[in-house]
């Protein structure tokens, strides 16, 4: 077997063993619309809080999946999940509307295969997100009638992984995540014709169009830290993900209202399982951390993917541009050893996050701006709550775009145990 079919494999493994099924709504950007949809560059939820960083710092009581080299961190089994929900004002700039959704968010676990030196997990998440509904209203040229374009699409694609973390030298970390992809994206765009007074003309149409992908992908990374005091440590960090052609099989018809979505009924098939991949550009992060020990840490972060150089299922390339993220986190300890009061055991997280996305329309760039907080608090000796808030805003409403401001609520928790890999003293 080849080793891609064997990570294939592996992947659908993980995902059978992880969960057997999962139904969530999720609620993505109106611009997820464009392209592939909305990238997930947050991480999990502990990454969340902190403005989304995780390449050059991480905990051991939380699974790593951001940098994989920051997996050598977890000496104890981890077990982690969570649920999101998120809330979205849509503004047009003459109308208002607002939606929402969640569902589980990801599942996680790590274990060391040898504590401190080798470290292995696995994990089910989402890489990118589509869910919109849209209304669009223009004139017909050199008529009196009006087009209705109802544009809705669901959907994204999942991820099952593997990870490794290997210690290679004192203080230095490399890592290696390795994805099946999976996941369908339906998209539809129904037409309707009216006169003056709003009576439909000729017959409503629809295009609908599925993509299924199935394939694999990676992400490597590096941790390096550098000793600053007695309990200061500097981390530095790097990622590197490859995803490239991304195979899967396409479906797309245009018929009446209704009757897309079936190839056996009347209409335009225009590709009926055909094969084929999109191209998605590789995505590079870097951080620096500076960490004072069970008591605090700073971060600054950055990613890039240079969405220029997309290509979708039909081999067209899109009026993108290139992804830009940084990120400054911030969290606190106030006494990790005050084991009579939870909440001052407690971690605590801010952050503010400015993203460029990749979509650019009518000559404009649509930037995410959004303040985070977060915390975990323990329940245990070992185990954590977690939780993580962000605000923000996505787009403009100037040059007749969209303007989003939203909020967004993930809930999630932590089970470690250090009693797996010892073994026992007397039976």
């Not at 659908?12 to 139904?23: D, F, G, P, Q």
């Not at 920051?70 to 503004?91: E, G, H, P, S």
């Amino acid at each position: 077997m080849s080793s891609k079919n064997w990570l294939k494999s592996v992947g659908a493994l993980c995902a059978l063993l992880l969960i057997t099924e999962v139904s969530a709504q999720t609620s993505s950007s109106t611009y997820s619309a464009l392209g592939i949809g909305e990238f997930n560059y947050s991480g999990l939820t502990q990454n969340q809080g902190m403005a989304g960083s995780g390449i050059s710092y991480a905990t051991g009581w939380h699974a790593n999946n951001v940098n994989p080299a920051l997996t050598t961190r977890n000496t104890i089994f981890n077990f982690q999940a969570a649920l999101n929900y998120k809330k979205i004002n849509v503004d047009n700039g003459t109308e208002t509307s607002k939606v929402d959704g969640g569902g589980l968010s990801y599942i996680a676990l790590s274990f060391p295969v040898k504590s401190g030196k080798f470290t292995s997990g696995m994990g089910l998440g989402q890489i990118t997100s589509v869910n919109y509904r849209l209304r669009i209203e223009s004139e017909v040229t050199n008529s009196d009638l009006k087009a209705n374009n109802f544009l809705r699409g669901d959907g994204g694609i999942s991820e099952a992984y593997l990870n490794f973390g290997y210690l290679l030298a004192k203080n230095l970390s490399i890592g290696f995540h390795g994805s099946y992809l999976f996941g369908s994206t339906i998209r539809s765009n129904q037409l309707l014709i009216s006169d003056e007074e709003g009576v439909t003309i000729g017959s409503p149409s629809e295009y609908y169009e599925r993509l299924t992908v199935s394939d694999v992908g990676f992400k490597t990374g590096i941790h390096y830290m550098v000793k600053a005091s007695d309990k200061g440590n500097i981390h530095f960090g790097a990622i590197y993900q490859k995803l490239g052609n991304v195979n899967g099989t396409g479906f797309a018809k245009l018929a009446g209202i209704g009757q897309a979505s079936d190839p056996e009924s009347d209409g335009d098939l225009i590709a009926n399982d055909v094969k084929g991949s999109i191209y998605i550009p590789d995505r590079f992060g870097f951080g620096l951390t500076y960490e004072k020990m069970n008591k605090f840490a700073l971060g600054l972060e950055g990613q890039f993917q240079d969405f220029t150089q997309y290509e979708n299922f039909f081999g067209e390339q899109l009026d993108l541009q290139a992804s830009r993220k940084v990120g400054l986190g911030f969290q606190i300890v106030p006494d990790y050893l005050n084991f009579d009061n939870l909440l001052l055991r407690g971690t605590y997280r801010f952050g503010i996050e400015w993203m460029q996305t990749p979509y650019y329309l009518n000559q404009t760039n649509i930037d995410d701006i959004g303040f985070t907080l977060g915390a975990s608090i323990p329940v245990n000796q070992l185990s954590l709550i977690n939780m993580a808030f962000k605000a923000g805003r996505r787009g403009t409403l100037d040059n007749g775009l969209i303007k989003e401001n939203y909020v967004n609520f993930t809930l999630g928790f932590s089970l470690n145990d250090n009693s797996w890999f010892y073994k026992r003293v007397f039976e």
